[in-house]
């Protein structure tokens, strides 16, 4: 039980006087009070006694002096008349009683006075007592205001500190005229405060500052120490986890909902590289459970240092970045290529090819109604007149290739598009000895895209076809409507997926070109993916090594 120091010193003035008091009055009692009352007891009795033997003999004498009177015959004894008919010896024995009297009285008297000497001795105690009570009672609040309230303000400013509250300060008069140590300790007390104050507005000036500066940058980061706590992270970690307020917990909690740590046998667990193989440095490869549709670019570094306290720490920063953005710059780059290509080639060709195509063209009407010109040289003039045509369209299509995507989605026919794309790729084909099918089940089917995406999207999948029948194949493009869905299906004869590495093929940098003109950045199948998701489709894959290779797209129809 908490006791504060000013009732404990009221506490023990009171028991103190109070003792003190009543021993002070019953030694006294016994060393003076005791000791007269007995000698007055005393002193009274045996000259009460005096007193009852001089009535005695006097009372005698009488009676003897009535006997003598009545036996005349004994007076003739001269000496027994002198000594009981004598009037002097009764008056003498008289005064003796009187002065003994008397003196019982004076003693009386005295023992009165005395009792009250003794009685004013008390009164003086009593005084005295409580001048010793005003004393203590004056030097009890000189100590309470000169000792125990400043003890107090200093303990009540010291709890609300322990609570957080640092702006308190303890109330001083603005000038003391006589300070003493614990004026100077309540002043330094307060100085203390003002400067611990100042330290947290810096500290968290420089902790707002350090948070800041993390969550400007565009990779997600986090801070990890060896039991796999997460110490620190910024906005950019949060949003990837699907959270937007501080988190408290394992990274493999938030991040792959897992009660246990990532297993190290089955997927490449950064912290356990560092801190059990040691290594400096550890990229790879994850996808969070809250997206599983992204991939992220995990970079791991250990971080040591040592702390004021002289105690080494060691922790783990990751700096994660989401690799869709990679994806989208790649497509970007490559829509960036083909415009600057389509330019080009618009420029160098256009020119010359529609000169050429004006002079067929002069040629035909010129030789359209004379007998010079054969029909076969007529036929084979106009299949050079078109193939120049066709050959001014290819810059066209690149360029709807390259356009830039529209920030709002359009109906867009899936058959033109499919074919336009083929055009491009007709060439390559025929060169790896590829015969292309294409299979659509309707002349006019549309889904809500951009035409760009689109388009990207089936050169990516034809063009990995194309790459996975080296040695030549078949090609076939399906386009169906089931349903509220438009589903292409993109088949080949190729070299086909192995089993074990299905999960991998839309990550981005996960190529398995079979050698170095094949193999390519390991970005195509991860735009498509991108491309997919954008639209609001699906994307499967199914193949079998030495069979061949199916993708299936399947896109929101329009309605």
């Known amino acids: 039980m908490f006791v504060s120091l000013n009732k404990k010193f009221i506490y023990s003035i009171v028991i103190f006087f109070i003792f003190t008091g009543l021993l002070f009055i019953y030694t006294f009692y016994l060393a003076y009070g005791k000791k007269m009352e007995e000698e007055q007891q005393s002193t009274l009795t045996r000259n009460q006694q005096y007193l009852e033997l001089l009535i005695e003999n006097i ?5 003897l002096r009535s006997i003598l009177s009545q036996e005349p015959d004994l007076r003739k004894y001269a000496e027994i008349s002198e000594t009981f008919f004598s009037k002097n010896a009764e008056e003498n024995k008289l005064t003796e009683w009187s002065r003994q009297k008397k003196q019982i009285d004076e003693t009386i008297k005295t023992y009165d006075k005395r009792y009250a000497a003794l009685r004013e001795g008390f009164q003086i105690i009593a005084y005295s007592s409580i001048l010793m009570a005003a004393s203590i009672l004056l030097f009890w609040w000189l100590l309470r205001r000169w000792v ?12 609300e500190v322990a609570t957080g509250n640092i702006s308190i300060r303890i109330a001083q008069p603005s000038r003391v005229t006589m300070p003493d140590e614990l004026d100077n300790l309540t002043a330094t007390f307060n100085h203390m405060l003002e400067n611990l104050e100042q330290n947290i507005i810096e500290i968290k000036s420089a902790e707002n500052f350090l948070q800041s500066l993390i969550d400007s940058i565009p990779d997600g980061i986090r801070v990890i120490d060896e039991d796999y706590n997460i110490i620190m992270a910024n906005l950019a970690y949060l949003n990837q986890i699907g959270q937007k307020s501080d988190i408290n917990q394992k990274c493999y909690a938030c991040s792959q909902n897992l009660n246990k740590p990532c297993p190290h046998t089955l997927m490449t667990c950064p912290i356990y ?56 710059f790649s497509r970007q780059q490559k829509l960036s290529s083909l415009g600057f290509l389509a330019t080009s080639v618009a420029h160098e060709m256009k020119n010359n090819l529609g000169s050429i195509r004006l002079i067929t063209e002069g040629l035909l009407e010129k030789l359209q109604n004379t007998d010079t010109l054969t029909d076969e040289n007529k036929k084979y003039l106009e299949m050079a007149h078109n193939q120049i045509i066709n050959t001014i369209n290819i810059p066209e299509r690149l360029l709807k290739l390259s356009h830039a995507s529209a920030e709002q989605n359009s109906s867009l026919n899936c058959v033109d598009n499919i074919k336009e794309v083929m055009s491009l790729l007709d060439y390559e084909a025929k060169r790896r000895g590829i015969n292309i099918n294409l299979n659509f089940e309707a002349a006019d089917i549309s889904i809500l895209a951009e035409e760009a995406d689109f388009r990207m999207l089936m050169l990516n999948l034809m063009l990995n076809a194309l790459k996975a029948m080296p040695e030549g194949g078949e090609l076939e493009v399906s386009l169906s409507q089931r349903g509220k869905n438009v589903t292409i299906d993109v088949k080949d004869t190729g070299i086909g997926i192995a089993k074990n590495k299905l999960n991998r093929i839309f990550e981005p940098f996960f190529s398995e070109g079979q050698n170095d003109m094949n193999k390519g950045t390991g970005l195509g199948l991860p735009i498509v993916k991108s491309i997919v998701n954008k639209f609001n489709g699906t994307i499967k894959v199914k193949s079998k090594l030495g069979q061949g290779t199916t993708f299936t797209v399947k896109f929101p129809k329009t309605k």
């Open 273 to 328: 590289e560092i801190c059990h193989n040691h290594k400096d440095k550890v990229r790879v490869i994850q996808q969070f459970q809250n997206q599983p549709e992204k991939h992220l670019a995990i970079s791991a570094a250990p971080l040591r240092f040592t702390d004021k306290d002289g105690k080494k720490r060691f922790y783990i920063v990751e700096a994660i970045r989401d690799l869709s953005d990679d994806i989208e």
């Open 148 to 159: 125990l309230v400043p003890i107090k303000r200093l303990a009540d400013a010291g709890n």
């Open 59 to 63: 009372n005698l004498r009488r009676n």
